[in-house]
């Protein structure tokens, strides 16, 4: 196929370059000028359908070819990449980001289940009332049915704290700012921030439902002072608590995948730190960390949807077990060291690899929390 289908390119050869414009010859395969191959793009939609094909399983043979090298010999194919067989695998970073888009939308997968799948309520006391209403007169109509008579009418007394929520919401709105103050008394909640100076996200979102508060009135609420960034980390907590949790949780797994990718050439920098006696380029230890986190994704995103149907508590320990026994033989493979220096080295990165992690994800949050 492939042969008959350059024959037909070359038979559609044009005497001008569509990219540059220079005359050249028929016998031209390529414009010396610009390099672009001569061919006529006119071209009949099976040929159009022929290249395709042909263009998916070249790169359909190089993603099998390296299946197995990527999964059972670790090293293998960053070794094969730095000797220059570079056509015959697939590309360590185009390997990283499959991988990655395939974890990541798995997790944003997880995210949207979880939050289909939780029960809800009415926002309103009315309604809140009126279905409690009807739950209870059907339970005690199916309780009559079996000859048991049960008076659930006490449970009416919810209905009172439904009307004392009505009169805090009344309040509220005549002063969203007092109204703010006396729901926020609590201590519950996720904090951003330090300490005091931080701001507690279960606090805020008791009261932030009415419309009417704002970024001063929580700062007054807060006894905080009015400065830049507090008006700024008011104004991103009333956003945020107004917002649904899903959409904050995809907006965060986007920033972690941008996060992950950044940290990268980080730790990149520090295996050329640690194998500063062995000459290698840069590089070379980046191809090596796109390998290493691409196998270590694949295995977060395979132990993940297996404990989605098979619960086990020793799947975690698994998989460490798995990853740690890979990456010592890819370090070995690679680096070709002795054990004890492989293992030495790999223990004093991992301690490093995760303080890294930390700062960076704790600096992904408060970018998060910044920009969404």
Not at 225 to 232: A, F, I, P, S, V
Not at 291 to 302: E, P, Y
Not at 315 to 337: C, D, E, H, I, K
Not at 355 to 365: A, C, D, E, K, M
Request: charged share 25%; with cysteine.
């Amino acid at each position: 196929m492939i042969s008959r289908f350059r024959q037909r390119k070359i038979e559609r050869k044009r005497d001008t370059c569509l990219n540059c414009g220079l005359p050249m010859a028929n016998e031209f395969n390529f414009c010396p000028r610009c390099g672009q191959e001569n061919v006529d793009n006119r071209a009949a939609i099976h040929m159009l359908a022929e290249e395709f094909i042909n263009t998916f399983l070249a790169y359909d043979s190089r993603f099998f070819r390296s299946v197995g090298p990527f999964l059972f010999r670790p090293g293998f194919l960053t070794n094969q990449f730095l000797i220059g067989r570079r056509l015959s695998y697939v590309h360590p970073l185009r390997l990283y980001l499959l991988i990655s888009l395939v974890l990541f939308s798995i997790l944003s997968l997880e995210v949207n289940v979880d939050d289909n799948d939780a029960p809800t309520t009415p926002k309103s006391p009315r309604k809140a009332s009126a279905l409690a209403d009807s739950i209870r007169a059907d339970v005690q109509a199916d309780l009559a049915k079996e000859g048991i008579r049960v008076d659930l009418s006490g449970s009416r007394d919810s209905t009172d704290s439904d009307q004392a929520k009505t009169t805090d919401s009344t309040r509220q709105r005549k002063n969203p700012v007092d109204g703010f103050t006396n729901n926020i008394d609590g201590d519950e909640g996720f904090n951003i921030g330090n300490g005091d100076k931080g701001f507690n996200l279960g606090k805020i979102r008791q009261g932030a439902q009415n419309d009417q508060i704002t970024p001063d009135a929580v700062l007054d609420s807060l006894k905080k002072e009015k400065t830049y960034w507090n008006r700024k980390f008011a104004e991103q907590s009333l956003k945020i608590v107004r917002r649904d949790t899903e959409s904050l949780v995809e907006y965060f797994l986007g920033k972690t995948s941008l996060m992950m990718f950044l940290l990268l050439p980080f730790f990149a920098l520090l295996l050329k730190l640690f194998y500063i006696r062995s000459k290698r380029f840069y590089v070379e230890h980046l191809v090596f960390t796109l390998h290493i986190h691409a196998f270590t994704f694949f295995l977060f995103s395979v132990g993940f949807l297996i404990s989605k149907v098979y619960d086990d508590d020793g799947l975690v320990a698994w998989t460490a077990l798995g990853l740690f026994v890979y990456l010592v033989f890819s370090f070995r493979n690679v680096y070709r060291q002795g054990w004890f220096k492989t293992l030495a080295k790999m223990f004093v990165l991992f301690l490093l690899y995760v303080t890294s992690l930390s700062l960076f994800l704790v600096g992904t949050i408060l970018l998060s929390f910044l920009l969404f």
